[in-house]
């Protein structure tokens, strides 16, 4: 392998490239090389002036983050840093692709920054569930004032070029990465510019010296977004000491609170997510090189909510959509809606109107099926009824051109059953979308037993042309998410007639980090789905197992939850706040006593281990069966489908956290008191036995 950095005169000018792919992290070796660089540059004598830049795709995208929790080798990046800040010659970083964390850290202690039109630049680190460690929080405020640095810090969004010229953080757009970095750094020279030191200058600072109150209000700011997370918090700190301390002693604060940071679970756990939402799009037997269709023209057939969410995905991502319906009224209703939202976002200043007309303009309706006739890929979001979607499907078989994917958006029913209503069953998939479909950063593709490579790296890429991030699932009842959902939702419901009440179990696993409980989750949603679902189902219930019959009570009452005004709670006209009712109450009480269920007082922790151990406890079947490729997969699943916290590394990642001996001695002890539902899955009891965790299984 050649040289991770390497360094060669041009003129005058030593130009430093970092040569690590595929993003450059700052690994031992780069930070070696760099180091050996700079001390060399400085030395020579030819040399006036250096540039640093990044070969390949990028600049530097960061630490290297598989180093975490390895002991460190020297030096550190700081040590490097320091070198960069005190050369006795200009050092001028060129960034193109993206100079993010540690790399723009790199930048910020050079003494000048250009940029070409495209690059980015941003400190992600409190994604990761840390702060910027090595001087980011303590420059950059030196350089664009603390508020707009505590912006982009807590945010960890990067900016473009343009914005960072405009901040301040880059001295000019160059067109040429190398051309303009080594006449940028010719022209320093030439005009004898001094070594500008961000961490010398503190002019910048005076604004939050003299009045330091925004600092609780960005924290209030931030309180709903940020709610559970450390790293935010930390990161105000950080940003706190860069205005309060002189810069070496901020940088001694900001080191101590990278490492709280670093040490903390959350940031294992969000580093977990990171490299798992990576890890989720490698399939095995799907290489990266499988041929996909280009995407050009798509068709969702149904413009209910699904299916107008799922048009609108397709037209943000500029591709044409047809939407199909049976009835001119069911149409024009499904594209008001998408207009509506639309339009709130407008309203919201988050698109402009003309973006939004021209998406618009992208989503076409009609009632003819024939239309599809052009699409590359149909989406099928029509009633979730097996005998409906396959008189779909044989009609689509029939007028879709061949080449095209046949996806279903179903949620549960069975994906082969499905193609088996067409001649080709190696073009359909599905595509499970999250409601809202436009919003819900998850996709779940379901493989077929028939299901082509080819189909699944098409709805791959599309998924990634959408922005989502996708998960690939066997073809089960429920798939991956939705199955694992049933056991959750049961307990809850049986703890309600064992004495909990909603507000107690919504409490308990909002105060664990969901958006929100079960049953505020289940007056959002609507209980009437469910209700339709298990009436459908009725006849495939076994007798012999407890059932809670109280949220069919409520449907039965019209209580269909927040558009009906009353579901597991009541609400107020106009007012989206769940008010505990006392008709649930007696719904339930009635229905312990028919039980003959004595009701008792229920602690918060068994309502928590009640309520997601049986995900942890399916997640192990489907892992085993196969339904998930990992359990890394089944995390993502979670955190971008239903709201796991993140800083908790989705169920997975938190059962290994508990430790699995110590939750499949809870899921026995459940299985004596409760029964088969809570049988403890093989995996689980084999995995808890040999002292490993889910992160140790990989398939045989
Ligand atoms: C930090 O800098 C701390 C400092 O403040 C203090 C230190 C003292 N390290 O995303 P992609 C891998 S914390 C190691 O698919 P893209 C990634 O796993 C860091 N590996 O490409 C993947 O591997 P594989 C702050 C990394 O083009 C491959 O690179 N920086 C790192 O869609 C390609 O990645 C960040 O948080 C890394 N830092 O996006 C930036 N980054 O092929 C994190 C990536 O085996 N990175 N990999 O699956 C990103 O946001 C995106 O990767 C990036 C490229 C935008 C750079």
């Known amino acids: 392998m050649s040289a991770p950095v390497s360094y ?104 000048y920054r250009v940029a070409v039109p495209s690059a980015q630049v941003g400190l992600p680190e409190v994604k990761l569930g840390l702060l910027p460690g090595a001087g980011g929080t ?20 990067p900016v473009r070029a ?15 990465l190398r051309a303009g970095g080594v006449a940028f750094a010719e022209k320093v020279v030439a005009e004898r510019r001094p070594l500008k030191k961000v961490s010398a200058s503190d002019e910048k600072l005076a604004p939050a010296r003299s009045n330091p109150a925004p600092f609780d209000e960005f924290r209030r700011s931030i309180a709903h977004q ?23 002693e901020g940088l001694t604060r900001e080191r101590e609170l990278f490492r709280e940071c670093l040490e903390s679970p959350q940031s294992r756990a969000q580093i977990h997510a990171f490299f798992a939402e990576r890890e989720a799009t490698k399939i095995p037997d799907v290489p990266r090189e499988t041929a996909v269709t280009a995407i050009k023209t798509a068709a969702v057939i149904g413009a209910g909510t699904m299916g107008g969410g799922i048009a609108m995905n ?102 082969d059953e499905i193609a088996s209503a067409t001649t080709r069953p190696g073009a359909v998939i599905g595509t499970h979308f999250f409601s809202p479909a436009n919003v819900m950063r998850l996709l779940e593709l379901v493989r077929g037993a028939k299901t082509a490579r080819e189909t699944i790296a098409t709805a791959a890429e599309l998924a990634r042309r959408i922005g989502k991030v996708w998960v690939l699932a066997g073809n089960c009842d429920g798939f991956i998410g939705n199955r694992m959902l049933h056991g959750y939702l049961r307990e809850a419901e049986f703890l309600l007639e064992e004495g909990a009440t909603p507000q107690q179990v919504d409490r308990v696993i909002y105060d664990f980090g969901l958006p929100m409980g079960p049953f505020a989750m289940g007056d959002l949603a609507g209980l009437d789905v469910g209700w339709r679902i298990r009436k459908g189902k009725a006849h495939l219930r076994r007798k012999d197992l407890r059932h809670s019959p109280v949220a069919d009570r409520l449907c039965e009452q019209g209580r269909f939850g927040q558009k009906t005004g009353a579901g597991w709670y009541r609400y107020e006209k106009g007012n989206r706040t769940p008010v505990p009712d006392p008709e649930v109450e007696k719904v339930i009480e009635q229905s312990a006593r028919e039980q003959g269920i004595t009701r008792r007082s229920i602690g918060d922790d068994e309502i928590l281990k009640r309520c997601l151990y049986p995900l942890i406890n399916e997640g192990a079947r489907i892992l085993e069966e196969g339904i998930a490729l990992r359990a890394s997969d089944i995390d993502v699943t979670y955190i971008y489908g239903y709201g796991f916290p993140r800083y908790r590394g989705g169920p997975m990642f938190w059962a290994d956290t508990l430790g699995l001996k110590s939750v499949c001695d809870d899921v026995v002890a459940f299985h004596t008191a409760h029964g088969e539902p809570w049988t403890p899955a093989p995996l689980l009891v084999r995995l808890a036995t040999e002292g490993k965790g889910f992160r140790d299984y990989a398939r045989p």
């Open 8 to 111: 060669e005169r041009q003129g005058s000018v030593a130009v430093i490239t970092v040569d690590n792919p595929p993003v450059n992290a700052l690994s031992v070796d780069v930070r070696k090389g760099l180091l050996e660089s700079v001390i060399r540059g400085a030395s020579d004598a030819a040399v006036t002036a250096m540039v640093i830049l990044g070969g390949g795709r990028t600049f530097i995208a960061g630490a290297d983050i598989r180093e975490f929790g390895k002991p460190p080798a020297p030096p550190g990046l700081h040590e490097v840093l320091d070198a960069i800040e005190a050369s006795p010659k200009p050092v001028v970083a060129a960034i193109h692709g993206t100079a993010l964390g540690g790399g723009l850290e790199v930048t910020l202690a050079c003494h």
């Open 314 to 415: 397709f037209a943000n991502a500029g591709i044409p959509v047809t939407v199909v319906e049976t009835a001119q009224e069911a149409l024009d209703r499904g594209l008001a809606v998408v207009r509506k939202n639309y339009a709130a976002t407008v309203e919201k200043g988050r698109l402009s109107q003309a973006d939004m007309d021209r998406r618009l303009g992208l989503i076409t309706g009609t009632l003819d099926l024939g239309a599809v006739r052009e699409a590359d890929i149909v989406i099928e979001a029509v009633f979730e009824e097996m005998a409906v979607k396959k008189e779909v499907f044989a009609r689509l078989d029939a007028v879709a051109r061949p080449g095209a994917v046949l996806a279903t958006n179903t949620s549960t029913l069975d994906v």
């Open 162 to 176: 343009d914005r960072a010229l405009a901040l301040g953080i880059v001295d000019e757009i160059v067109a040429d």
């Open 226 to 248: 940020a709610r559970g997370f450390l790293a935010p918090y930390k990161c105000i700190e950080a940003v706190q000491a860069a205005v309060r301390l002189p810069f070496t």
């Open 138 to 157: 303590q420059r950059l405020p030196r350089i664009i004032g603390a508020e707009a640095a505590l912006k982009m810090i807590v945010s960890g969004d």
